[in-house]
């Protein structure tokens, strides 16, 4: 079943006992799956498979994860008390070239898995966005290239240079609709399972 099969039997009737979710991390290779049963988190990713109890979920971070070739991506990092860290994104591989969003079926999947934790009354941490020491500097430097580019419009409107200054406005809006949506969505917190941040989930 690929990508895009899954996607549909996620949101189309299938029971909320037995909500699944699978896509493709990579251009080449299997399709990593998900579901949700009634006890546990159960996982297939390429040869290697498991399941983690709900209650043995320890921690699990949703952010904002834009790549190359789709700009609007999210993801779910779940880790278990043991056992490896995995990963769950909105987007999946097509082809060499395309990915596609699953923005339904990936908001569906996570909103039913925060109820799963918690009715198992789970003692996970949630957490949102980016880590504190990445995104406290990252966005420093953003406020700085900001302020930069201000600087540089107003110098080029005083010596008259309208064309310069009509490209670093167009440069300065793309950066702050960009760069701005990522650290808008990323911001640090924590939250509680019963109230997922609207801004970590595709809508």
């Known amino acids: 079943m690929n990508a895009s099969e899954a996607g549909a039997a996620q949101t189309s009737g299938v029971p909320d006992e037995t909500l699944s979710y699978a896509y493709r991390p990579a251009p080449m290779g299997a399709s990593w799956e998900f579901r949700l049963a009634p006890d546990a988190l159960e996982w297939d990713i390429g040869r ?39 990963q769950v994104a909105s987007t999946s591989w097509k082809s060499m070239f395309e990915q596609e969003r699953l923005d339904e079926p990936y908001s569906a999947f996570l909103a039913a898995l925060h109820r799963r934790l918690a009715a198992a009354r789970s003692n996970a941490r949630f957490d949102t966005g980016s880590p504190p020491l990445l995104y406290w500097p990252g966005l420093a430097v953003f406020v700085g290239a900001g302020l930069a580019l201000a600087g540089l419009v107003v110098r080029a409107l005083q010596v008259e240079a309208w064309s310069a200054a009509a490209l670093i406005v167009g440069v300065f809006v793309l950066m702050l609709w960009q760069v701005g949506t990522f650290f808008r969505r990323n911001r640090p917190g924590t939250y509680r399972p019963e109230e997922i941040p609207a801004d970590s989930l595709p809508g």
């Open 48 to 86: 290697r498979s498991g399941r983690v109890p709900y209650g043995e979920i320890r921690r699990l971070r949703l952010s904002f994860r834009p790549v190359t070739v789709q700009t609007y991506r999210f993801l779910a990092e779940i880790w278990p008390a043991a056992g490896p860290k995995l």
